[in-house]
């Protein structure tokens, strides 16, 4: 048997970083995010034998490990820990003994894009093996389980919309509290509003790629350090997602290049890192030739950028942003988030 899954990459559309801790701990968070047909895809196979194959095609890196009883998973040496990290608490918390397979996962954007991409992975990983030793996990069990093996296990920096996003998936109008309590709310867009955005959201890869976990480590201790100017600006970012889910939800779609420019001003202010001379380059640009909005994706400093085009300026930013060495990149809205099957 071979027991598959796949978990959607994410487009944050507001809101991003107040779903980190401790802003979210003390002030509450709230995000707007939305999956695209971009996905994180995972097979296991058991195999014979005590030896684990660990298999990144899209790393191009492939591990063979003996399986030695009561021992875990070295994380130490940063190769594929994520695969690892999943392995370990699997083990840990549900099977209580070694597992022999060969887990390989394929990602459908680089790592450090913006999309989600690490989260995503660790929750298609999740899954196959829900899917393999048929674990009583729910939704929010998977999307939480996700969460601690990055945050805790792992010792990765960042938030919990991804986990939540890739789990769910759809539109999704997330609520972050204390004692990592997550409230996930789907929402309900008509058809022609999930077109219209389709049409008038321009996604650009500028070819770079960075460490979120550095720029959110900064913004961490900014919050920590009662820095007025950072928290301010995330209180501003956190006003964002409910502007953003009122213009979604009553099909005002000209209002979101205005949020989305509102979420990106103030969250440049957050921590060092997040822009630099070629994102503002290429955002000054983009909005000259008839972008009214748009912001870096993820933490910032690289990566993915999503910017709104009404009309069909879509068009004329495209050419204008081929000088920066950067590519388009089609997608389309997805409203199913992780979903497991075995052959």
């Known amino acids: 048997m071979i027991y598959r899954s796949k978990a959607p990459l994410r487009l944050g559309l507001a809101g991003g970083g107040t779903d980190v801790s401790p802003y979210c701990d003390t002030y509450g968070g709230a995000i707007l995010n939305a999956t695209i047909n971009m996905y994180a895809q995972v097979a296991?196979?058991?195999?014979?034998?005590?030896?684990?194959?660990?298999?990144?095609?899209?790393?191009?890196?492939?591990?063979?490990?003996?399986?030695?009883?009561?021992?875990?998973?070295?994380?130490s040496d940063g190769e594929l820990i994520l695969l690892k990290g999943v392995y370990n608490r699997i083990v840990k918390d549900f099977a209580h003994k070694h597992l022999p397979c060969k887990i390989t996962t394929f990602v459908e954007a680089p790592l450090g894009s913006g999309l989600g991409t690490s989260s995503t992975l660790v929750v298609a990983i999740i899954g196959a093996f829900v899917e393999w030793l048929k674990l009583p996990l729910g939704e929010y069990d998977i999307a939480h389980l996700a969460y601690e093996i990055e945050r805790q296990d792992l010792k990765m920096a960042g938030g919990a919309q991804d986990q939540y996003a890739a789990t769910f998936g759809g539109f999704n109008f997330?609520?972050?509290?204390?004692?990592?309590?997550?409230?996930?709310?789907?929402?309900?867009?008509?058809?022609?509003?999930?077109?219209?955005?389709?049409?008038n959201l321009l996604l650009y890869y500028t070819e770079t790629s960075r460490l979120s976990s550095s720029i959110i480590e900064t913004q961490q201790s900014n919050i920590q350090n009662k820095e007025g100017k950072s928290i301010e600006a995330t209180h501003k970012v956190k006003e964002q997602a409910f502007m953003m889910k009122e213009a979604i939800l009553?099909?005002?779609?000209?209002?979101?290049?205005?949020?989305?420019?509102?979420?990106?001003?103030?969250?440049?202010?957050?921590?060092?890192?997040?822009?630099?001379?070629?994102?503002?380059?290429?955002?000054?640009?983009?909005?000259?030739?008839?972008?009214?909005?748009?912001?870096?994706?993820?933490?910032?400093?690289?990566?993915?950028?999503?910017?709104?085009?009404?009309?069909?300026?879509?068009?004329q930013v495209t050419d204008v942003l081929l000088q920066f060495g950067g590519r388009t990149q089609p997608f389309q809205f997805s409203s199913v988030g992780l979903t497991t099957w075995s052959i």
């Open 44 to 75: 296991i196979e058991p195999i014979e034998g005590n030896t684990l194959i660990l298999n990144s095609i899209d790393r191009n890196k492939t591990l063979e490990i003996p399986l030695m009883n009561g021992q875990e998973l070295d994380t």
């Open 174 to 199: 997330m609520e972050f509290y204390e004692n990592q309590k997550v409230i996930v709310n789907p929402l309900r867009i008509k058809s022609n509003i999930i077109n219209e955005l389709e049409c």
């Open 250 to 315: 009553r099909g005002e779609i000209l209002k979101i290049g205005q949020i989305l420019d509102f979420g990106w001003q103030n969250k440049k202010q957050m921590a060092k890192n997040i822009s630099n001379p070629l994102i503002d380059q290429i955002y000054d640009n983009a909005l000259r030739a008839g972008a009214t909005g748009g912001k870096i994706s993820g933490a910032g400093g690289g990566g993915f950028m999503t910017f709104f085009c009404p009309g069909t300026t879509r068009f």
